[in-house]
């Protein structure tokens, strides 16, 4: 770790007034350039702890950079972490109000929920896929707080992995009724099909990136708890979206979920 206490809460404050202001800024380690993983996640904890103090709860736990074409385009090892509290929980078929954001984005995931509590080190896939209680389709809202989305992998785990909000429901399955990997989806905008993938896409196989995180959290002393709501990594690429456009994600064997931005 690079930073002094001082600088995490003021880099904190700088990324949580953006968020609250919808001003983007540009990215923190244009400013700290030696920044590393271990300052990045203790900005984001420290954004986490402002959020509780004001009232916020935590929603679930989620993954980015699951794609292992884009991990060795970015050069790192493993996915990275954030969390979603309950001021980012849209309902399915609502209104999702655009001027919350600076420039949101979507991403079609598969969502697991936890039955006993996983921790690392030496967390692995078969103790994780023991440990599934039931799957979820989500879409993921994203909005980075600096500006045009141009960031480096530091920046944002610091940014909370771009989180901004979530939707879920259509139909709960449990982990024996559905083959994750081959599970597919299709991602609609304003009725045009946009994106098409399968769950092979997070890391071949979406409980792996709960594996990693599990283990990444055993780092920093911490655990995933059980009943704990995990968003497990993007299938497709990141959608734009604007007011006015409408997205439904049609998702084998899980049902569907629809939004607007309004």
């Known amino acids: 770790m690079t930073l002094d206490e001082a600088t995490v809460e003021a880099l ?4 949580l007034a ?3 202001e919808r001003k983007p800024i540009t990215k923190i380690t244009d400013e700290h350039p030696h920044l590393d993983y271990d300052d990045a996640y ?3 904890n420290r954004i986490r702890a402002h959020k509780l103090a004001a009232g916020e709860t935590i929603a679930g736990l989620k993954a980015g950079l699951t794609s292992k ?8 090892a493993e996915p990275v972490f954030g969390f979603m509290t309950d001021r980012g929980a849209w309902p399915d078929g609502g209104a999702i109000e655009r001027d919350r954001y600076i420039a949101p984005r979507i991403e079609a995931e598969i969502a697991l929920v936890t039955k006993r509590d996983l921790a690392g080190p030496g967390c692995h896939l078969a103790e994780v896929l023991a440990a599934i209680d039931f799957v979820l389709p989500a879409v993921e809202v994203l909005d980075s707080r600096y500006e ?16 901004a909000g979530f939707v879920t429901g259509g139909r709960p399955r449990r982990l024996r009724e559905v083959d994750l990997p081959t599970l597919g989806l299709v991602v609609e905008k304003n009725g045009q099909v946009v994106e098409v993938g399968a769950g092979a896409a997070v890391l071949g196989h979406p409980a792996e990136s709960i594996v990693m995180l599990a283990n990444n959290l055993a780092r920093r002393g911490e655990h995933i708890p059980a009943g704990s709501f995990i968003m497990t990594g993007g299938i497709t690429a990141a959608v734009a979206v604007d007011r006015g456009d409408a997205i439904t994600v049609r998702f084998q064997d899980l049902g569907n979920l629809s939004l607007r931005f309004a």
Do not use: G, W, Y
């Not at 904190?12 to 990324?15: G, T, V, Y």
């Open 69 to 76: 074409a884009k991990m060795k385009q970015m050069n790192v």
């Open 18 to 20: 953006a968020e609250r």
């Open 148 to 163: 045009n989305f141009r960031f480096d992998m530091v920046s944002v785990v610091a940014d909370n992995t771009s989180a």
């Open 12 to 15: 904190a404050a700088r990324l």
């Open 42 to 44: 203790a900005i984001q």
